[in-house]
């Protein structure tokens, strides 16, 4: 059974939409993290936070925002979709400096 | 700074037979290293991991060993399934940082 929670699993949405990506984890970690997954399966981090209001933008650049006000919520939002944006969006949490959770991801397409 | 590079792919074999993923790094410090598994449509799991130089991780019948001299941390399996097949991914954890840097992913496919 999973800890970590991301809905939706799927999403269709047109351009210039803003959505919000919600990512909920049960197992009380402080770190939480933003990964973003192109088609060649690479992985590339957006976005993390190490606690409550703290959040630190990745390697990746990308025009998503996050917040952090409780421990267990980690969403993240496009104010306006693209195209571009169109990718698979991976929420993962660790207590330990090892050891991530992942979530099943999100899979969005803007169209 | 910290990177992974692994073996590039796809790699496709038969049911039964060894595989071998080659993996290795860069890193300041004493890393602790992983290996993840994605299984179509789904997130990431742990496979197995090590923190220091010399341990090996196993899990599912796959093992690494943490070789420092080397750099590498390569995965293996005696004997793959058809269940095996899925995106494997090596990943790092610098001794002073929480973040993982991840490998670019290898795709195995196993066919019956």
């Known amino acids: 059974e999973a800890d970590i929670y991301q809905t939706p699993r799927y999403l269709v949405i047109g351009t210039g939409k803003k959505i919000t990506l919600e990512c909920s984890q049960t197992?009380?970690?402080?770190?939480m993290y933003w990964y973003q997954q192109d088609p060649g399966m690479e992985l590339h981090l957006i976005h993390y936070?190490?606690?409550?209001?703290?959040?630190e933008k990745g390697d990746l650049s990308s025009e998503s925002t996050v917040s952090r006000i409780r421990t267990e919520h980690f969403p993240l939002t496009l104010e306006s979709a693209r195209p571009s944006h169109t990718s698979q969006y991976l929420c993962?949490?660790?207590?330990?400096?090892?050891?991530?959770?992942f979530g099943s991801g999100t899979r969005l397409t803007v169209v | 700074g910290n990177s992974v590079t692994q073996m590039e792919g796809p790699v496709t074999l038969s049911e039964e037979a060894f595989l071998t993923i080659n993996c290795t790094y860069t890193?300041?410090?004493?890393?602790?290293l992983f290996w993840y598994v994605q299984y179509p449509g789904e997130g990431l799991q742990l496979l197995l991991k090590?923190?220091?130089?010399?341990d090996k991780g196993s899990n599912k019948g796959f093992e690494a060993t943490y070789r420092k001299e080397t750099t590498s941390f390569h995965l293996e399996k005696g004997s793959v399934q058809v269940s095996d097949s899925a995106v494997y991914f090596c990943?790092?954890?610098?001794?002073?940082?929480?973040?993982?840097?991840f490998g670019a992913g290898t795709t195995v496919t196993v066919r019956a």
């Open positions: 993962a949490s660790s207590e330990q400096p090892y050891g991530y959770t």
């Open positions: 197992m009380g970690h402080d770190k």
């Open positions: 936070s190490y606690g409550v209001n703290s959040t």
């Open positions: 890193a300041t410090g004493y890393p602790s």
């Open positions: 090590a923190t220091k130089a010399d």
């Open positions: 990943a790092l954890s610098a001794s002073n940082d929480y973040k993982l840097s």
